[in-house]
């Protein structure tokens, strides 16, 4: 009965050290980021993008982002201290299929461009109907969804010497 007893106790004692021994090394998986700015997350989570250009006399063009699976956007663009004027300035979200072309995702937005300025703006992606197939309009320069690849263009028609920004886009 002793002989019993001492192996069960050591047997349980065997059997917690090994389970103590497994939870050390049990890491979460980790984290890819596929763009110079991006952060990935996990499916069904979100996707941020966190990019911070200066923009000095010229329009701009983001780095692409992975949008791969994203139905909406939650995007803003702050600014910081800007020296100049810059009038009459839009923001176009445009998205790629293929990485080579790319199609507007809805209108450009029209921004503020002034020190400490902050738009922001969310974009959806078209809602098919309930009931049927939903046929698109054929565009060869409009998009209705996020394709896999998603950036932003930035113009004015009259531009300042600097005006360095901070934009922040959530993909759902």
Not at 24 to 38: E, L
Not at 94 to 118: E, H, I, R, Y
Not at 147 to 158: D, M, N, R, Y
């Amino acid at each position: 009965m002793r002989t019993v007893r001492n192996a069960f106790v050591l047997s349980f004692f065997a059997a917690v050290v090994v389970v103590l021994l497994a939870i050390q090394t049990v890491q979460p998986p980790q984290v890819m980021a596929d763009s110079y700015s991006a952060r990935r997350y996990p499916a069904f989570s979100y996707i941020l993008d966190n990019p911070a250009p200066t923009i000095a006399g010229a329009g701009i063009t983001t780095s692409p982002t992975s949008t791969t699976g994203a139905a909406t956007a939650h995007v803003s663009w702050v600014f910081k201290t800007v020296s100049g004027t810059y009038t009459g300035c839009t923001v176009q979200t445009k998205t790629s299929f293929d990485g080579v072309t790319w199609l507007n995702l809805g209108s450009a937005a029209a921004v503020t461009v002034t020190s400490n300025a902050v738009n922001a703006w969310d974009i959806y992606q078209q809602a098919p109907v309930s009931t049927g197939v939903t046929t698109t309009t054929v565009s060869s320069t409009a998009a209705v969804g996020f394709g896999q690849l998603s950036e932003f263009t930035f113009a004015c028609s009259a531009y300042g010497t600097s005006a360095p920004v901070t934009i922040t886009a959530i993909y759902k």
